[in-house]
């Protein structure tokens, strides 16, 4: 994974689509700044933070994902895999479904995925320092070298999505006591069930992480 670090970005998905267009040959690219000023969340929100927060968004074409994970549940497994990091070195970070990284009740960062022929593009956002009494951060201290150096090391031991998914699927547990947006409408996850490939039956509707 070739890392380039910036001072300050509006956002590194958008730097990182218009960068990867500049190369003639595609290699897996991380995009990091201190600074993200009009950061991309989901359904078109934006994600901010403040500065020294975690801003970062990277790119792997498809073939080198694992074969049995659904692209659409891409989110989730980028997510859990990063939670996975942060819990080793001592958080209690955990996943609420499908992007969003939570420290008990309180939302901390999420995760974009979008897709550009084949190319899978990752956004993540997570604050390390207070923002607003909204959200929460972080509740360690991390090396951000380090930890993006453990996580895209992880990702590129091939974690299937079966392993992945067995581990979150106990986690989803926790997701039923908070609402999700589906069709700009917030619903309930109470009785939400959640399908093998990462989507979710609710309200006699499939939903994936479309995000």
Not at 44 to 72: E, H, I, R
Not at 90 to 95: E, K, P
Not at 145 to 153: A, E, I, P, R
């Amino acid at each position: 994974m070739k890392i380039k670090r910036l001072k300050e970005v509006d956002s590194t998905h958008t730097y990182l689509k218009n960068y990867l267009k500049g190369l003639n040959e595609f290699e897996p690219t991380c995009i990091v700044a201190q600074l993200q000023t009009n950061g991309i969340g989901s359904r078109g929100n934006s994600w901010t933070g403040v500065k020294d927060n975690l801003f970062f968004s990277f790119a792997y074409n498809k073939n080198q994902l694992p074969l049995d994970l659904p692209l659409q549940s891409c989110s989730i497994y980028f997510s859990y895999i990063l939670k996975q990091i942060l819990k080793k070195n001592g958080s209690n970070v955990w996943i609420k479904w499908p992007n969003d990284f939570y420290i008990d009740n309180k939302k901390i960062g999420g995760t974009i995925t979008t897709m550009s022929n084949d190319l899978v593009l990752c956004g993540i956002g997570l604050n390390l320092k207070f923002v607003n009494n909204q959200f929460g951060k972080l509740d360690i201290n991390i090396d951000i070298d380090k930890t993006l150096q453990d996580y895209f090391n992880k990702i590129e031991n091939h974690l299937s999505w079966k392993q992945i998914f067995s581990d979150f699927k106990i986690e989803f547990q926790k997701s039923k006591k908070f609402h999700v947006t589906i069709d700009n409408k917030k619903k309930s996850l109470e009785k939400a069930i959640l399908n093998s490939d990462g989507s979710i039956n609710i309200d006699k509707k499939k939903v994936f992480s479309l995000r």
